[in-house]
């Protein structure tokens, strides 16, 4: 791990129509570094702005913003690639810049950015994820918990690797960047990504408060998109869930068969009854156990197609070394 003086951290922040903010965010930021650099927990620190497609004045801003400091490096992204990718495409920025460490957060600084001093400081005490973990949602409408927390909940029970609470707000080293960064796939689910890479890793916890100025740029629509995206690209217990109810069908049938035939035998049922009730729950489970076996291998050339690497080594004695 780098020496605590010898750190240089890179702050990455996504940002789609954001002017209303970025002023402000810039400040924020730099009198954050600023304190970092004057008490040597870190050498240099710099801000990656992304923009993300804006069709505001953002990019104007970042442009004039790095004019007027070296602090400031802008990234201009040709179209709106959505929250996940730009975070991506300034992740591999600063990875590319060999930045020591790199935290992302949101451009609104919705997340408490008085924090970031204590990841660095649990990564310069050796580890290589400090998530960023919101103890409360005070500031969130009752809405935006019920979903969120639903949202987290369901995650955990279809056995996606996710920290409770946990957005996009973290420390990573470099070696857990460049880990992150070798995963070809499309989909990106980031935090669940980082969580299953490995390293060891620690949470912060923080109150977060309300966006800066502007509004929030993630609708109900993209919300929902988000958790499904996140499901399906964590999980095969969707195309399992199909199998388990194809077996529940056949067990109902085979239940129907005894009750059918024993309604059929004492003669109190009208005629074509026995036989359409057998056949429907038969033929239902029988269908629905095909496609779970569909499904399975759909799931197994899914899980191929996105070619993860299928490990990273976290140390290794001197003796392996030539
Ligand atoms: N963002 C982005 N591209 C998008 C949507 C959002 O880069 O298509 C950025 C946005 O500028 C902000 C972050 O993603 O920095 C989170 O968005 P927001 O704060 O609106 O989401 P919320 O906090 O409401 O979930
Ligand atoms: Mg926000």
């Known amino acids: 791990m780098a020496k605590d003086n010898e750190i240089t951290l890179a702050l990455v922040v996504p940002c789609y129509n954001e002017e209303a903010v970025l002023h402000d965010t810039t400040a ?98 050796g580890d290589d994820v400090v998530f960023g973990v919101r103890r409360e949602r005070k500031t969130d409408t009752f809405f935006k918990r019920f979903t969120a927390q639903s949202f987290y909940r369901t995650m955990s029970w279809m056995g996606g690797e996710i920290i409770y609470n946990h957005a996009d707000f973290r420390l990573m080293s470099l070696r857990a960047l460049q880990a992150l960064i070798s995963h070809p796939e499309r989909n990106l689910f980031l935090r669940g990504m980082v969580k299953s890479i490995g390293f060891p890793s620690s949470c912060v916890y923080y109150d977060r408060k309300e966006r800066l100025a502007g509004e929030s740029k993630y ?63 038969f ?17 197994k050339i899914y899980c191929e197609v996105k070619r993860r690497p299928r490990y990273f080594i976290e140390e290794t004695t001197a003796s392996t070394k030539p």
Not at 32 to 39: G, H, I, Q
Not at 93 to 117: C, G, P, R, W, Y
Not at 246 to 268: D, E, K, N, P
Not at 283 to 299: R, V
């Open 219 to 281: 609708p109900l629509k993209k919300m929902l998109n988000f958790a499904f995206d996140g499901i399906t690209s964590f999980s095969v217990k969707p195309l399992r869930l199909i199998s388990s109810l194809g077996i529940s069908c056949m067990l109902v049938s085979a239940a129907f068969i005894v009750y059918g035939l024993y309604r059929y035998i004492t003669h109190s049922v009208i005629e074509g009854w026995t036989s359409l009730m057998l056949s429907l729950w």
């Open 28 to 125: 924020k930021l730099s009198e954050v570094l600023n304190a970092m650099e004057t008490d040597g927990s870190i050498s240099s620190g710099k801000i990656i702005y992304v923009d993300d497609g804006s069709r505001d004045a953002t990019w104007q801003i970042i442009k004039q913003l790095s004019a007027e400091s070296n602090r400031i490096i802008g990234l201009k992204l040709a179209h709106n690639v959505g929250h996940q990718n730009a975070l991506w495409a300034g992740l591999e920025a600063a990875a590319e810049m060999k930045f020591n460490a790199t935290v992302s957060i949101d451009a609104d600084l919705q997340d408490d950015i008085h924090v970031i001093a204590d990841m660095v400081k649990r990564f310069a005490e």
């Open 283 to 299: 033929i239902g489970g029988a269908i629905l156990t095909s496609l779970g076996i569909i499904g399975e291998y759909i799931g």
